[in-house]
């Protein structure tokens, strides 16, 4: 069963514009991870902004911030004031706990088109 | 401070041969992994290292790839008997402890088998 899901193959936003990108994810374990990182075409993935499953407030990180809905479990990333530079592909990734220690389980992420 | 850093950064090698690829992590991060991400996947885990050990293996898809770190700092990712179907890019992971903190990834080696 998929773990995480993102449903937005790409998106376009222009910019200075906001963006939200939707990432559900499915887990039976209370104690658990959401990340979001960047992929730019370079390949390097670069971790933008982490929330734990019982973190109180929503995370944000400069531009960055995460609508964390427990409930529905969702994990939105929403981009403020979009930049150029924000173009590129985006992975929402859950800590899995396993036997000995953690692995991120990705969603297939969505790209991101900012536009002037 | 240095990152994650991956050699060689592309490596084109043809069916049939053996390759390994390099990951030197974070110093004193103890935690290091090995993803796979094929075009347009999301990386896929392969093998979780906590110290010197392979803690989790579970990931690795046949007996072809095989991963070693034998003093708990750089990791070798090497694969026999290399097909087609391993062309994708192999991205290394470090974190401390148990990785419950954030991965900080290396910038990938893109490999392609002929």
């Known amino acids: 069963a998929q773990k995480i899901t993102q449903t937005q193959p790409g998106m376009f936003v222009q910019e200075k514009e906001a963006v939200t990108l939707d990432c559900t994810y499915d887990?039976?374990?209370?104690?658990?991870?959401l990340f979001w990182y960047k992929q730019p075409s370079s390949g390097e993935m670069i971790f933008l902004i982490y929330?734990?499953?019982?973190?109180?407030q929503n995370a944000t990180e400069g531009r960055y911030s995460l609508n964390f809905q427990k409930a529905r479990k969702s994990a939105n990333l929403v981009i403020s004031a979009s930049q150029l530079g924000d173009s590129a592909m985006y992975f929402c990734?859950?800590?899995?706990?396993?036997?000995?220690?953690?692995?991120?389980?990705f969603g297939k992420g969505t790209t991101l088109s900012v536009s002037s | 401070g240095a990152g994650v850093s991956q050699t060689p950064s592309n490596k084109v090698t043809e069916k049939g041969k053996y390759v390994e690829l390099r990951c030197d992590p974070i110093?004193?991060?103890?935690?290091l992994y090995w993803y796979r991400q094929s075009l347009g996947q999301g990386p896929e885990f392969l093998i979780y290292?906590?110290?010197?050990?392979?803690?989790?293996d579970s990931g690795l898809p046949n007996d072809r790839f095989f991963a070693v770190r034998p003093e708990g700092s750089v990791s070798t990712l090497k694969i026999q008997r290399t097909e087609r179907g391993d062309s994708a890019m192999y991205l290394c992971?470090?974190?401390?402890?148990?990785?419950?903190?954030?991965?900080?990834f290396g910038p990938g080696t893109r490999l392609t088998v002929l």
């Open positions: 992971a470090s974190s401390t402890q148990g990785g419950y903190n954030e991965q900080f």
């Open positions: 887990t039976s374990d209370p104690s658990y991870g």
């Open positions: 929330q734990g499953s019982y973190d109180q």
């Open positions: 990734a859950m800590r899995e706990r396993r036997e000995a220690g953690t692995a991120l389980i």
């Open positions: 110093s004193g991060h103890t935690a």
């Open positions: 290292f906590q110290g010197t050990g392979a803690a989790d």
